[in-house]
């Protein structure tokens, strides 16, 4: 007789439920975006944009070190926040549910649905106006254009680059998540999207960039909110030490994809929703510095 005949069935475990990959396009119905909309400057009662760096020594996560990540406060107004779910939800194509369980990327063209580890809601949007307005307000934060202008390259003191990544613009491709009560995105490292266009030049993303579109009891109080957790949680690689960024309207956090190891914690309250989209570099190459080094010399 087999041992496992000896257990009562319900103290045996439950085979995981196994979810096929599926491939993926997406789709979105045309919007008529506002002229008005995220325009500049912003709007009468708009707050400054600030910009608070993530100073990891001075935190729970010392060994972070110099990774790069800001929260930027006042990118949006709440009522920007507002508009832009609704675009948002007029872009799905699903008229009855727009929003749709969010799936986990294994390849390009092809996710796999694991609530288990994400779970969450979400509508996908590509639309390169918007993001490029949402830069340019992300942008009124002092020094942030200077700060993501290069990665891992050496600027000439004409500030042109000599090799490496240059800012090219936020990834068109918006995902927009909601996060119900119960709901979280375990922990993760956020991987990279790469393209090469048709004349041989090569993107790669190198930053997140998270949008929070409304406000939590951490951040505002209970009168003012019922959206308890949802925090952005980095955490140590023993799960048990973390920095948190609690939603707030129009705030955007933006950090390195690499090592930075972070969760989206359960909602327990309320209703969380957010916008990520990346930011885009091209790839420098040391021919091209060649190239323009030698145009200055003949000019």
């Not at 600030?50 to 406060?73: C, F, K, M, Q, S």
């Not at 020094?143 to 390259?153: K, Y």
């Not at 998270?210 to 955490?235: I, P, R």
């Not at 359960?266 to 885009?280: E, F, P, Q, W």
């Amino acid at each position: 007789m087999s041992l496992s005949n000896l257990i009562p069935s319900s103290l045996k475990p439950k085979p995981r439920k196994r979810h096929q990959p599926q491939q993926t396009s997406y789709e979105s119905n045309p919007v008529p975006i506002p002229a008005s909309f995220l325009a500049l400057p912003p709007p009468p009662d708009a707050k400054p944009v600030t910009l608070t760096r993530i100073t990891w020594p001075a935190t729970a996560l010392p060994e972070n070190g110099t990774r790069y990540a800001v929260v930027l406060d006042n990118v949006l107004t709440s009522a920007e926040c507002a508009e832009l779910l609704r675009l948002a939800e007029a872009s799905s194509t699903h008229a009855d549910a727009p929003w749709q369980p969010a799936m986990v990327n294994i390849g390009p063209g092809w996710e796999i649905l694991e609530p288990e580890y994400r779970n969450s809601d979400r509508i996908i949007w590509d639309h390169q106006e918007i993001v490029d307005r949402l830069w340019k307000r992300c942008a009124l934060a002092p020094g942030l254009r200077e700060e993501l202008a290069f990665v891992g390259g050496v600027a000439k003191p004409s500030k042109r680059l000599e090799t490496g990544w240059k800012f090219a613009r936020f990834n068109k491709r918006m995902r927009f998540l909601k996060y119900q009560k119960g709901q979280f995105f375990r922990p993760h490292c956020d991987g990279s999207y790469g393209e090469e266009t048709d004349d041989g030049a090569v993107f790669r993303t190198h930053y997140t960039v998270h949008l929070y579109l409304n406000d939590s009891v951490a951040e505002v109080g209970k009168d003012k909110a019922d959206l308890v957790g949802g925090a952005t949680s980095f955490l140590s690689n023993d799960e048990k030490r973390k920095v948190d960024v609690d939603p707030r309207a129009g705030r955007v956090l933006i950090f390195q994809h690499t090592m930075l190891y972070h969760s989206g914690a359960d909602v327990v309250a309320g209703t969380k929703y957010t916008m990520r989209t990346d930011i885009l570099y091209e790839l420098v190459r040391k021919e091209t510095a060649a190239e323009e080094a030698d145009g200055d010399r003949a000019v």
